[in-house]
Structure formats: structure tokens, C-alpha cells
């Protein structure tokens, strides 16, 4: 195709725009984020962003120094122009024109990003009592005009002039029109999405900086980037930046104790000093929760667990938390922005990446950072830990005051210190803040068992004669003790309910064959556990498998215990199966003679204990639907100590017992009382 007497000219080779232009930003924070680059870099003081829902279209005005023509294809069009390369003087920083600053553009590439969201390019662009230019720019046309058998070519491809008309911004500055989007969907809360982002893609944006970015009319503030208010410790360098953050953790006096100055001057090999090569400025804070940090579906993208790296005002690098592999908890509730200028200086090599949001990282200075930052992490971490030790139990007791009156009446006074450490690995623990009032119950109940262990230790210190000394102490394990088991009955009920629930027979059956044997106190609440007697357990139960196979009885499982006060055997049998009165005895005294005459007649201090046989069946022996005649079988069977209940039955006065037991005690116990005063308060 022939260029001549093209007014405007792009040299570039296919592979240039593949690799550097239409693949070359991911998402179009990083596109706009370049448009507004250059606007910094022509010493504009204000730029607008205005989002065109209907038309699907987006337009970036600034009124910085606009081009002329020769700017516009010697330098803008100019696909890789290298102003601080071109006009750098050596001994010299290169600085804007008009304002001085120190621009943010180094590849000449950031205009090829917009590729990446659109096809079309409007841009209108005047001087300061010049003409008007404006060109459309159009993907499909390039590609058109470059050789795609020899993409490596270079060719010239010519922008279309159009009608600068009223889109010429006034006096001087550029306006670009971003038309025919890839994919992008222009709606409200996208557009709310992209002001967010955008607020956190700059630290320049502001008076202080003179440069104004407006978003469909309305400036964007630090307040934007919404995410200071999120800070509970903030580690902040060479600045102050706890001024932003309105959630610090504060100490009683409401003073902010979560602001920590760190040392910011590091040497090559990124450890601290004062006369260090290197210097940043920036902050890494830790957020009160770790789902604070959370992109959410509706913020795809839009993570904060990160630590970006700012350079010249512009984010160089979205994340370098993600390069340390830490481990813990505490790396979920970091993010930070650490600026570097020192990455990016004009008489040293350009180490950012072709896409301008990563950094090279085989470079002296980056591997400098890499290793300062290393330190610091490991350094926040440990000094967050202490810190959250110490807020811990004074957010506990400030926002619970059952928690505090027990606090307070710690005695001894040194006992505090216990209570300090748990409440603060409760805090440290990021427990929800809903499961926060349990949690607090459970670290009482914890503090209480210690607390015992330690009495225990010393109660050979205690004076009886020092009366109230001494009920006291008795009173703590009277209410420790009362406590525990309340707790134990309340995980048994719920054993329990879940038997009652099935009604699944088979289920049931299954269940109790598994459970009954170690689990005493579903035949009795008063065998708590089962004394281990291991030999002679063995031995009776082989007896037992002996006797079953005469008797050629249909048997589930028959098993021997020893509890604190009797020999007891356990026999479950099939719910399929139904015996008589008289099988079941006869079987049973068999096994209580066998236990006493085989197994208990030479063991000393055992024979004398009482033995009881609990038959568990699924279905009455035959007769018993009579209750006269199951009344007289039952007292005729407890002469021998033998006891028969069916599977509901077990269940059933189980769950009566017990729940009897804790109405009976519903209201007693001082521990009892404060932990669900502590549970169930609601803060006002």
C-alpha cells in the first residue's frame, strides 16, 4: 500500500503490534493507567475520563501541551520513541518542560496498549496557538497494511486524518477516543470499579502533585482507592500515612498505637543503613480481617492481598507479596505500596518488562528490594504477633463486660498474664467476628483448666487455716468441675439426639454395636468410663465365643468391662432375632459363672465386686408384650443381675436421664452462668 502524501505515518512491523500492542496490557485499568501516563508526562494538571454507556465508548481529555504535527509522527506515532533516551544530557535529570517533573513514560510503547481493549483510536491534539490535528487510528487497517507474509517487515501504515471540529480540546492538550471495545462492558458499577482502580494505580494523583484525574466529572481522591480504612497496623516508610487510616487499633487513652515507623535507606544487599544506595517510601499494613482483602465476584480482579511497587508515581509491579513464599497466616492480611524510583533512572538501564507491569528481576537494584522487602516481611510478622497479643484481651473485655468484671477479679494478680496470652491467640487467630463471643467462652474455659493445673501444682502451699483462702480455691474446683461435666452431658445429649433421629433400624443397629461398648454411660450415666482390664477382658471374651457357638444363638456382639464398682457384660443381639426369657437366662448365668468361677476366683480384691449382664435386643422376648408378664421376668432376671432392654429403650431413657441433669442444674454453677453471659451478650 502506498503512503504518499499521507499526512500521518506509523512505522511498525506486525510482530511489534502482536507482541507489543495488541497483547500487551491484560486488563483496562493498565490501558487507561498509560493514557493518563502521558497526559503526566505533557505536564497536563487534569485529566477526564468519561465513560459513554450508550455509545460504548471511552474519551480521555488532558490539557497538557498538546502535539503538532511533527510530534505526532515523529514522536507519537514513532512506535518505540525514547524521549528521556533522544533528549537526555548527560550530568542531568531529565524533568517536563513546564512543571518539572519527572516523567513516567521510558519505552514509547504505552500507546499500542490501547490495542488491547479497542480497535479504533480517535485522537484530536493541539499546541498552545497552533493548529488542530486529529487521526483515526484502526487495528484492522494495520494489520491490512503490514505484510503478513514477512511480518518482521517494517511498513509504514497511514492514520486516516478526520474533522478535529468541537472534539479539539480548547487552548491546547489531547483528547483520545477509545471506540469499537474488545469485550469490555461499560455499566455503572464497572465504571465505580475502574475509578477505584485507577485511584490505586497512582500515588501523584492530587493538589500536592497538581494533577487532577476526574472520573465522568468527579475527581478522584486518596479516598478512592478505598482501602486505608481497612488498616488495623500500618508499617509506613519515610512518610506518614496513619493520618489516612481512620481504624487503627488505638490503645485505652485512644491513642493510635497501630502506626510503626520502619527504617527506609537499605544498601545493595537490602539490608538496613543509614547511608544505603537505596531509599523508598510507602507503607505495608495489616487488615483487621482477611476477607477484608477480598476482590469479591463483583471486584473481579480486585484483590488487595498484595503489595504493589510504584515507580514515578505509576505502579511498576501489581504484587510482589506473591515472590515470597512465607507461609502463616499473617501474609493474608498484608497489602502495601512501597514506592521505588530508584527502578526506574535516566542514566540507567530500563528494567521494566515490555509490558510495563512487571520488573526484571535479574537486576542489581530489584534483587536489593527483593531482599529489603524479604526482611521486612519476616520483621512485620513477628512485631504484628506481639502487637496483636497485647490489643487481644483489651478488645476482648472492652467488648464484653462479663469478660471484663472476670478479668478484674483474677486473684492472684499475676494470673493476668495467662489470660493476656490466650485472648491474644484468640485475636491473632483472625477469628469471624461472629464466632468471636464462643471463642472468648472457650478461652475462659481454657484459662480455667490452667489456672486448676497451676492451683494443683501449689496445694501443698495452701493454708487450711486461712479459711476464705481455701473455700476459695474449693469454690473454683467445685465450679470447674460442675462446668465439665455440663459439657460432657451436653456432647452426650447430642450423641444421643442423633440415635433418636434415625430411623434407619439397620443404621441404628450399626451405630450401637460400634458405640455401646466403649460408651458405658448409655447404659448408666453412673460408668462414666470402663476400667481397662485388658487380659481379662480377652480372656472372658474368648470364654464368651466359646459359649455362643454351643448355644448356637443368633448373637451380634457379646463383650466384657470393668467399671469403677462391677463387672459388667454386654450383650447386643440381632434385631432379627427374638429369644425367650428362659434363653436369655440360661445363657447369660452361664457367662456370669463362667466369669466368677473361671476368671474372678483366683484375682484378689474382684470376686467380691457385683456382676452385671446387660442384654441390649432389638426386638422383647416373646411374651413380653404383656406387661404383668414382663414385670415378673424382669424381677426374676435381676435376682441374677441380669438386665434387658431393647435398643429405643436404651435410647430413650438415656436421653431422659441426662436431659434431667442439665434442667436440674440449669441454673447453677458460677462458671456456667458467666460463660453464657459472655455467649450470648449482644454489644449495644
Known amino acids: 500500500m502506498s503512503n504518499q502524501g499521507s499526512k500521518y505515518y506509523m512505522t511498525i512491523s506486525l510482530n511489534v503490534l502482536n507482541h507489543m500492542g495488541l497483547n500487551l496490557y ?29 455509545q460504548k465508548a471511552i474519551t480521555v481529555t488532558d490539557n497538557g501541551c498538546g502535539m503538532t504535527r511533527d510530534d505526532v509522527n515523529g514522536k507519537y506515532l514513532y512506535v518505540g520513541y525514547q524521549k528521556r533516551l533522544h533528549e537526555y544530557k548527560e550530568g542531568e535529570e531529565f524533568l517536563t518542560p513546564k512543571l518539572g517533573r519527572r516523567p513516567m513514560g521510558r519505552k514509547g510503547i504505552g500507546k499500542l496498549s490501547l490495542f488491547s481493549i479497542a480497535n479504533k483510536i480517535r485522537v484530536y491534539t493541539c499546541v498552545a496557538g497552533g493548529g488542530a490535528e486529529a487521526f483515526l487510528m484502526d487495528a484492522e487497517k494495520i494489520r491490512a497494511a503490514i505484510d503478513v507474509e514477512n511480518p518482521s517487515a517494517v511498513r509504514r501504515y497511514a492514520p486516516e486524518p478526520i474533522n478535529a471540529g468541537s472534539d479539539t480540546p480548547k487552548n491546547c492538550g489531547t483528547r483520545i477516543r477509545i471506540t469499537d471495545l474488545k469485550k469490555l462492558r461499560i455499566t455503572d458499577a464497572a465504571v465505580v470499579g475502574l475509578r477505584r482502580r485507577i485511584a490505586r494505580r497512582f500515588s501523584i494523583i492530587g493538589e500536592t502533585a497538581q494533577f487532577s484525574v476526574n472520573i465522568n466529572g468527579t475527581p478522584i481522591t486518596l479516598a478512592d482507592r478505598d482501602y486505608f480504612h481497612k488498616a488495623r497496623f500500618i508499617f509506613q516508610y519515610g512518610d506518614d500515612y496513619a493520618t489516612q487510616c ?16 520502619r527504617p527506609f535507606v537499605f544498601d545493595s544487599e537490602g539490608k538496613v543503613s543509614k547511608d544505603g544506595r537505596y531509599k523508598i ?23 488487595l492481598n498484595k503489595i504493589t511497587i510504584v515507580v514515578r508515581g505509576k505502579v511498576a509491579q501489581e504484587d510482589i507479596l ?25 542514566n540507567q538501564p530500563d528494567i521494566a518488562t515490555s509490558g510495563r507491569q512487571s520488573i526484571t528481576e535479574d537486576n542489581e537494584r530489584y534483587e536489593a528490594l527483593m531482599s529489603f522487602v524479604k526482611s521486612e516481611l519476616k520483621a512485620i510478622w513477628t512485631q504484628t504477633n506481639t502487637l496483636k497479643e497485647r490489643a487481644g484481651l483489651r478488645h476482648a473485655i472492652s467488648s464484653n463486660p462479663y469478660l ?3 478479668y478484674d477479679a483474677l486473684r492472684p494478680p499475676n494470673l493476668k498474664k495467662f489470660a493476656n496470652k490466650i485472648f491474644g491467640d484468640i485475636d491473632k487467630a483472625g477469628i469471624d467476628e461472629s464466632e468471636r463471643q464462643n471463642a472468648y467462652v472457650n478461652g475462659v474455659m481454657l484459662f480455667e483448666h490452667l489456672k486448676m493445673n497451676h492451683a494443683m501444682e501449689l496445694i501443698d502451699d495452701i493454708d487450711v487455716t486461712k479459711v476464705d483462702e481455701f473455700l476459695s480455691y474449693l469454690k473454683d474446683v467445685d465450679a470447674l468441675e460442675a462446668e465439665h461435666y455440663r459439657q460432657i452431658v451436653e456432647e452426650r445429649l447430642g450423641v444421643i439426639r442423633k440415635l433418636r433421629q434415625s430411623v434407619d433400624e439397620d ?47 443368633d448373637i451380634r456382639f457379646t463383650k466384657y468391662r470393668r467399671v469403677a464398682a462391677a463387672h459388667v457384660i454386654v450383650e447386643l443381639k440381632r434385631r432379627s432375632v427374638t429369644v425367650t426369657k428362659q434363653e436369655l437366662e440360661s445363657q447369660v448365668r ?3 459363672e463362667a466369669l466368677r468361677n473361671g476368671l474372678l476366683g483366683s484375682s484378689k480384691g474382684n470376686a467380691d465386686l457385683p456382676i452385671q449382664a446387660i442384654c441390649i435386643v432389638g426386638n422383647l422376648p416373646k411374651g413380653w408384650s404383656d406387661k404383668g408378664t414382663r414385670l415378673l421376668d ?51
Open 507 to 553: 443404621a441404628k443397629e450399626r451405630i450401637l454395636q460400634e458405640y455401646i461398648f466403649d460408651h458405658l454411660f448409655l447404659l448408666d450415666p453412673g460408668w462414666e468410663r470402663a476400667t481397662q482390664f485388658e487380659d481379662m477382658e480377652r480372656r472372658m471374651e474368648e470364654m464368651l465365643k466359646t459359649n455362643n457357638k454351643r448355644l448356637r444363638l
Open 590 to 592: 452361664g457367662y456370669i
Open 26 to 54: 491484560s486488563n483496562t485499568p493498565a490501558v487507561l493507567a498509560e493514557v493518563i501516563a502521558n497526559a503526566w508526562d505533557a505536564d497536563a494538571t487534569r485529566v477526564d475520563v468519561d465513560f459513554d454507556l450508550e
Open 281 to 303: 517510601k510507602g507503607w505495608i499494613a495489616i487488615a483487621w480481617r482477611s476477607n477484608d482483602l477480598d476482590g469479591g465476584r463483583e471486584t473481579e480482579n480486585d484483590n
Open 246 to 261: 481512620s481504624k487503627l487499633e488505638k490503645d485505652e487513652d485512644g491513642n493510635k498505637t497501630g502506626a510503626i515507623s
Open 404 to 406: 471484663k468484671q472476670w
Open 634 to 684: 424382669e424381677n426374676s432376671l435381676s435376682t441374677y443381675g441380669i438386665r434387658v432392654i431393647t435398643y429405643d429403650e436404651l435410647i430413650d431413657n438415656a436421653y431422659i436421664a441426662y436431659g434431667k441433669f442439665l434442667e436440674a442444674h440449669q441454673s447453677k454453677g458460677i462458671l456456667r452462668d458467666l460463660m453464657e453471659q459472655i455467649r450470648n451478650y449482644v454489644p449495644g
Open 322 to 346: 506473591q515472590e515470597f513464599r512465607l507461609g502463616g497466616m499473617i501474609t493474608k492480611y498484608m497489602f502495601g505500596e512501597i514506592e521505588a524510583d530508584f527502578l526506574d533512572l535516566d
